[in-house]
């Protein structure tokens, strides 16, 4: 019988490879770049070309996971953020622009965002979901902690 750390270890994997993300930007090149990029560990769901359109597909699709530009055309990619969270506030949203990142850690906090990754360091983005993805499958665990605790006393019973 498998140990918890490998039905653990189990599960995280599972969450990686079924992980959905739409991806939100206003540049063709800059959304077909991303959706290679995270097709090759996950699943793109979808891919949208402003906030508008973002805020649609976000309501449709339920993804897992945002990836939002900042320089949208009609909405920025913070109000974008702010409106998603609003609607889902579980989901976690990577903002990933070419703007400073570190000048937009508030505003991009107070609008939900987990995350702002710059477009010159994009090597960051995957480790960065990776990362994302690993605190909501352990934040996950202790909902099954209680029934993996009976499962185990079950079978020890018999």
């Known amino acids: 019988m498998p140990s918890n750390d490998e039905k653990v270890e189990g599960a995280n994997t599972g969450v990686y490879m079924n992980l959905r993300i739409l991806i939100v930007d206003d540049s063709q090149t800059t959304r077909r770049v991303l959706s290679a990029l995270v097709n090759s560990r996950w699943t793109v769901c979808g891919v949208a070309e402003n906030g508008k359109s973002a ?43 070419m703007s400073d990142p570190w000048s937009l850690e508030g505003a991009a906090r107070s609008a939900g965002i987990s995350r702002v990754i710059s477009k010159s360091e994009g090597w960051k983005l995957m480790d960065c979901i990776e990362q994302i993805v690993s605190e909501s499958a352990v934040s996950a665990l202790p ?3 209680p029934a993996q605790a009976r499962s185990k006393s079950r079978s020890a019973g018999h």
């Open 55 to 97: 805020l649609k597909k976000f309501r449709e699709l339920k993804p897992d996971l945002v990836l939002l530009d900042l320089g949208l055309p009609d909405i920025d990619g913070l109000e974008v953020g702010r409106q998603i969270h609003a609607i889902d506030p579980n989901i976690p949203l990577i903002l990933f622009t």
């Open 143 to 145: 909902a099954k902690a």
